[in-house]
């Protein structure tokens, strides 16, 4: 065909083939087709505008214009309508850049996720990409850790401890094998950020990965993935082999003739690995049992190596930070809390999805203005942050910041930015027994306090929904709970107690008021 | 205990050879097992820690302590219902017990005529999608005790009586 071809994206993201963009895109295949018309479909990632998932953006004179959510049944409507020159139609949402939603955003780590195709190095260095790896090969290994320690950055997996200074530790070990490894077991429910950012820019991984080879002198690089996440999976090894073909992975990177190799790992479904020691564990193909610190990682890591972990956000914020320099980054943000972060919107909430702003604004702001409430239309009565080991906030403090020290101040953390809604229906007794199960199902064994502590808890939270003497009951979990927080090994065992307790806190009515079946 | 086939024997020691000189493969060698043979049989276990100079016990230790590998065949069709907080709050346990009911079996069952199996998971990363299906590594979104019932129809539409039973 030789009449122009007009730029259709259609996401691949996994959560809109979960919606069904997979029917959407062949739709759109056979009705350009009979209509002959040419059209190409580009496989972009998600914007995280999931209820207008499928989003389908036609590229137009004025601009990428969205519609959606397209169902493969609308496809015909919407040629019809004229949707390739950017027509009206009952799912056309303008351009998606200027939606209010995503135009009061400020995204720097997402930069061009939903904008670009994720499998294309020549977008990706159109829109910004590699712009960093080549600046920090034009500096010292120091000025590139410099960079990223003033930038203000802190570890986006939870732990919120500064990425610049695990990276000096590594530097500054014994010249020999080190390695950088990447935490992309996301496994704390509410959470999609490193998924989407995997499937959408996966590049800026590989670059961030890069730069934190060059910075610390490790050769080898590993992507410890969660065997849940097949699309990541697929895509994450497309992308390292385009940046081998472009030469931005291998012995000589860039042309800098320094090596940087990376290839991807698979977890098993172990929610334990999301622990760095555990998941170096994983990654020596052993049980993910946790390791005893110190030795830190990044002393003595991967095969007793120094070893940086990062979690995906983390590594994949470190191209911008070297590109636009750590003021630009550290102008973002409140107090301690430097930057921008991905937060997830999940659960019961009308508008889910993903939204990355400065640190600082409120949690009621997020769940209304972004969020538009619940997606039952009842009222919010809480929300867990930072997944199955975070506490549950009450409507009461939804005016709280979120930043990582105003959180902890009431008693929660923000943990991987995903933060889950429940509606006034919610039984928290129930909750609270789901989060002592959850620890059951998932500890590894090494330590008493959660092996044994998180079945006991489970019994003890099943005789107050029976109905069983609650108030003894009660008293004994929370002194359950303190025994797992001061005596477990990790934070499986440490932080599980958190929502039971928050929840014990906030809504006891919750588990007094059971009567006895 | 049954034995292993030599088709099987095969697949497993070139799974091995092929892995056997890269850093801590026994991870990568159990996976790509169960991707050829839909589980990690038992009898494998001696052939893998022979092949890369591990004990039984090792290896065993690692296929039981991850919940991704199987030790028994799967159904032809792998259902893994989410069961985590984001689910839950938008009905999850209520579409786990329908698909307990629709399949007739527990979770970690197999239905009696090998078509399904079901497994729970906690958190596919659909979370803005809630309640989230995987099934045969196909992922779905907001899926109701209604979608689900089509999804299996669909995976399997030669299903002429119901696993429910007459």
Redesign the interface.
């Known amino acids: 065909m030789t009449a122009a071809q007009t730029l259709v994206y259609v996401p691949a993201d ?2 809109a ?3 069904g963009a997979e029917a959407v895109c062949r739709a759109i295949a056979a009705e350009a087709a009979r209509r002959q018309v040419g059209v190409q479909v580009v496989r972009n990632g998600s914007r ?1 505008a ?2 207008l ?1 499928p989003l389908v953006e036609v590229a137009t004179a004025r601009g990428r214009v969205a519609y959606g959510p397209v169902s493969a049944a609308d496809v015909p409507g919407l040629f019809e309508a004229g949707w390739l020159e950017g027509a009206a139609h009952r799912l056309r949402q303008g351009e998606a850049q200027a939606m209010p939603w995503f135009a009061s955003q400020q995204r720097l780590t997402f930069a061009r996720v939903g904008l670009i195709d994720p499998l294309s190095v020549s977008d990706y260095m159109e829109r910004g990409g590699y712009q960093g790896l080549r600046r920090a090969l034009s500096v010292s290994p120091r000025e590139i850790i410099e960079t990223v320690t003033r930038s203000g950055l802190r570890g986006r997996g939870g732990a919120a401890f500064p990425t610049g200074i695990k990276w000096k530790t590594v530097f500054e070990q014994p010249a020999g094998q080190k390695y950088v490894t990447c935490n992309a077991d ?7 950020a ?2 989407m950012l995997m499937e959408g820019d996966p590049l800026s991984l590989i670059e961030g990965m890069t730069i934190a080879g060059i910075a610390t002198g490790a050769t080898q690089g590993y992507i410890y993935l969660r ?5 990541a999976h697929r895509i994450l090894r497309q992308a390292i082999a385009r940046a081998y073909e472009a030469r931005c992975l291998g012995a000589d990177v860039m042309g800098s003739g320094k090596r940087f190799d990376l290839e991807v ?7 334990i690995c999301g622990e760095e020691t555990s998941m170096l564990e ?7 049992e946790v390791r005893v610190r110190p030795p830190l990682p990044a002393v003595k890591g991967l ?1 007793g190596r120094p070893t940086i972990v990062n979690n995906v956000v983390t590594l994949a914020t470190v191209p911008v930070i070297v590109h636009q320099g750590a003021d630009f980054y550290a102008g973002y943000g409140a107090g301690k809390s430097r930057g921008t972060l991905p937060i ?6 009308k508008r ?3 939204v990355e702003r400065a640190f600082g604004l409120s949690l009621r702001e997020l769940l209304y203005e972004y969020g538009g409430g619940s ?2 239309g009842r009222p919010i009565r809480a929300v ?1 942050i930072g997944g ?1 080991l975070g506490a549950y906030v009450p409507a009461s403090q939804f005016d709280t910041l979120i930043d990582y020290e105003a959180l902890a101040g009431i008693g929660a953390m923000l943990g991987h930015g ?1 933060i ?4 006034d229906t ?1 039984d928290m007794a129930r ?1 609270a027994r ?1 989060a002592m199960e ?1 620890c059951a ?2 500890s ?1 064994g090494k330590c008493t306090p959660c092996r044994i502590g998180s079945t006991r808890g489970v019994e003890i939270v099943e005789r107050i929904l029976a109905g069983e003497d609650p108030q003894r009951q009660v008293a004994r979990l929370e002194e359950l709970c303190e025994v797992m927080v001061q005596g477990s090994l990790c934070g499986l065992g440490g932080m599980a107690p958190f929502p039971v307790q928050s929840a014990l806190k906030h809504f006891r009515g919750d588990f007094l008021a059971r009567v006895s079946s | 205990m049954q034995t292993l086939s030599s088709e099987q024997r095969d697949v497993v020691g070139r799974i091995v050879a092929e892995f056997k000189g890269r ?6 060698v ?2 790509a097992i169960q991707a050829a043979l839909g589980y990690v049989p038992r009898e494998a276990i001696p052939l893998v820690a022979e092949g890369l100079n591990l004990s039984r016990a ?1 290896v065993h ?2 296929v039981t ?5 199987r030790s028994a065949e799967p159904g032809r069709h792998v259902v893994q219902v989410c069961r ?7 009905g999850g346990e209520a579409l786990a017990d329908h698909a307990r009911k629709r399949l007739g079996v527990e979770f970690h069952e197999s239905t009696p005529d090998g078509r399904f199996s079901l497994e729970p ?10 309640p ?1 299906v ?1 099934i045969d ?6 899926v109701t005790p209604e979608r689900f019932d089509a999804l299996i129809a669909e995976t399997d539409h030669i299903l002429e009586h119901s696993p429910e039973g007459p």
């Open positions: 996994a959560g083939l979960s919606l995280g999931y209820w998932e996301e496994g704390d429910s509410g959470t999609f490193d998924r065997a849940e996440y097949p699309h790992r698979l977890g098993a479904g172990a929610y994983s990654l020596e193909g052993r049980r993910g095969f997830q919107l999940a659960g019961n909430i889910g999805g993903l997606a039952s867990q199955p995903g889950v809604a429940f509606d919610v909750m789901y959850f199902i998932e590894c | 850093p801590g493969p026994l991870l990568e159990l996976h090792d230790g690692v302590f991850y919940h991704y590998f985590a907080e984001s689910c839950q709050a938008l998971v906690y958190c596919l990363g659909n979370c803005a999608c809630s989230a995987m590594g196909q992922l779905h979104g907001r």
